[in-house]
């Protein structure tokens, strides 16, 4: 679902390469030795892997940034682990130009590779939780500015915060950089003409330099170890969006969705990922809780597979947000001069999130000791007045 530039020269596998071609990368220290043609792959593609009772079979992933310990038969190879992954068939409809089945198993490993953790605030005693709602706010206020698209904003975002849970005791002080940083390498990735480096100096009003910047661009990519291409939230729920809306016959390529329902469903996305608690959940669950607050959870089951017990809890914990973007006035398509008409939807735009985030923590709070059940169909509801348990 994103484009490519081609800035980059990643020295990584390409994950579209044939998997004979994959292979583990030894340690240079270590002699040489067979390994099992069971782990030899980095990527798996399942034939055929959808029964005639729709449920899927185990997937075999990667165990991120964990490694065996040195043993007689196997050292410093990476670890493997199957995982269960019972989902519907694909929800994507026949493609002329990919397997569906494969770009959809492809599309679910990557959310249990690209792991992020919210607990990353306790290797760093100087930061605190306000201090990277501040961050993305003015991430997005920048991505606005320089007419961004959304995945790019989202790329950053991500990059930000897999790379905070590798490093200790960050500063402050290097926010800023870091984030600004995480934009630079996520407009090289998804952005056709990018800002140049001494455009995202400027906006920093003086606080990093292009050296600065360029410096901590190569820190960033070594501490993310060159994994930069996630499914973001935001690209799960565009393709929710596409899958509900297509039809038969129709180019899957081309956007078919409601924009205005779209960009609704994006500004209730934008500001529940500035609460870091959002980090709680896969992207692909994310997306599907958002997508979850317009329709009915019958259509988020038909394009995502996801089980209501899987959703439930990221659906009632993002009521809160849901409800503050109701008691605003409904947000309206932005116009950008460069930008042309139909990719109005895909510019990452900017609302005062600090506000409406603060709004929602004050629901938050009041909602936890009145909590309601969650309904079928993706609805919070009230019990019923048989339900409600009477007092003796």
Sequence with gaps: MSRRSGRLTLQARDENAPEQNRVTRKRKSQPSKKMPSATKKQSY???????????????????????????????????????????????LPCLSWASSDDMWIKMLNKDLKYVHDK????????????????????????????????????????????????????DKDCLQLIGITALFIASKIEEIYPPKVHEFAYVTDGACDMYDILKMELVMLKGLNWNLCPETAVSWLK????????????????????????????????????????????YGILAAAAFCHFVSYEVVHKVSGVTWDSVAPCVQWMSPFMDTVRALPRVE????????????????????????????????????????????????????????????
């Design 239 to 282: 393709l929710y969006s596409q899958v509900e809306a297509q039809k038969d016959g129709t180019n899957f390529l081309v956007p078919h969705f409601s924009r205005e329902t779209y960009i609704q469903m994006t500004q209730l996305l934008d500001l529940c990922i500035l609460d870091i608690n959002s980090l709680d959940y896969t």
């Design 333 to 392: 398509l932005k116009r950008f001069d460069k930008v042309k008409p139909e990719d109005l939807h895909n510019i990452q735009t900017h609302a005062d999130y600090l506000s409406m985030l603060n709004e929602a923590h004050h629901r938050q709070q009041d909602s936890k000791d009145r909590l309601s059940p969650v309904g079928i169909g993706g609805i919070l509801t009230p019990p019923k007045s048989t339900e409600k348990p009477t007092s003796h």
């Design 45 to 91: 593609e399942i034939q055929n892997p959808w029964s005639k009772e729709g449920a899927s079979p185990c997937a075999l992933v990667e165990t991120p940034h964990k490694e065996l310990e040195p043993t007689a038969d196997l050292s410093g190879f990476k670890q493997f682990r199957f995982k269960n992954i019972f989902i519907k068939p694909s929800p």
């Design 119 to 170: 607990d990353y605030l306790l290797q760093h005693p100087n930061l605190q939780l306000k201090m990277r709602a501040i961050l993305l706010d003015w991430l997005f206020e920048v991505s606005e500015v320089y007419c961004l698209h959304r995945q790019t904003a989202y790329l950053a975002q991500d990059f930000f915060d897999r790379f905070m849970v590798t490093q200790e005791n960050v």
